[in-house]
Every structure is written in structure tokens, then in C-alpha cells.
């Protein structure tokens, strides 16, 4: 997630907006960030995702048919703390979680998954 261009200081909040291709469907991304603290040269941001499917159809991948999307639920939020010297984050932690339901054109099948990521990583000096 970009930094705005103005300056912004502790207790800032700005979003990203993005579509992203997921599987054969279409997925809005919708990130907040919040910049929670600003330590000499380290700045703690605070973030949240959200996705929302922009078709209520998943097109299957090589023709193999659709499926109608009867529920979508992706999310998540993490920190990042971010020295802007290096072109990483130096530290951060982020989960993302959700559930979907898809259905057959005819109805006769459903399928159901739950997901959960995490991530997370730090930079050995820290």
C-alpha cells in the first residue's frame, strides 16, 4: 500500500482502491491504512483489506462452465512497520480470512471453502 503524496502525520488515514483478477473473477480490493506511530526513521502503519467480487459469476478457467457466487466474504489486517530507506517493510504481520459459496447453474451443487493466510516476516537487525 502507497503512501499518499501530501505529507501525512500520526493518526492519518487513507485508502487504496484496486481490481484484481482471482481464479476467473473479478475482485474489487479496498485498503485502509492508518499510520499509528512515528519513531525517528520507522513509521507503524496499521492495515485493512477488503475484497468484493464485482460478477455474481465465476467463469471457470479452459470453458468448463460457471458457477453463480451465492456468498463472498474475503478480509484482513496486519501492521507494518516501514523504514523508508528500504524498499521492504522491516517488519509486519498480516491475516486474511474469509468464506465463499459457490452454485451450480442447475443448483444441484454447492461448493463451500474457508480460507485463513498469514503472513508474517521481520528483517534480522530487528
Known amino acids: ?41 520507522r513509521v507503524r502503519v496499521d492495515i485493512r483489506v477488503e475484497q468484493i467480487p464485482q460478477e455474481s459469476t465465476w467463469m471457470l478457467p479452459n470453458g468448463q462452465g460457471q458457477l453463480s457466487v451465492e456468498q463472498y466474504t474475503m478480509a484482513g489486517d496486519g501492521t507494518l512497520t516501514i523504514d523508508p530507506s528500504k524498499p521492504l517493510p522491516i517488519q509486519g504481520d498480516f491475516t486474511v480470512s474469509g468464506d465463499q459459496t459457490y452454485l451450480d447453474p442447475n443448483g444441484a451443487t454447492r461448493l463451500s471453502q474457508s480460507q485463513v493466510d498469514r503472513v508474517g516476516w521481520h528483517s534480522p537487525e530487528n
Open 1 to 41: 500500500m502507497a503512501f499518499p503524496d501530501e505529507a501525512i502525520g500520526v493518526g492519518a488515514v487513507w485508502e487504496s482502491h484496486q481490481q484484481v483478477m482471482s481464479a476467473g473473477i473479478t475482485i474489487d480490493q479496498v485498503g485502509t491504512a492508518t499510520l499509528v506511530s512515528r519513531d525517528d526513521d
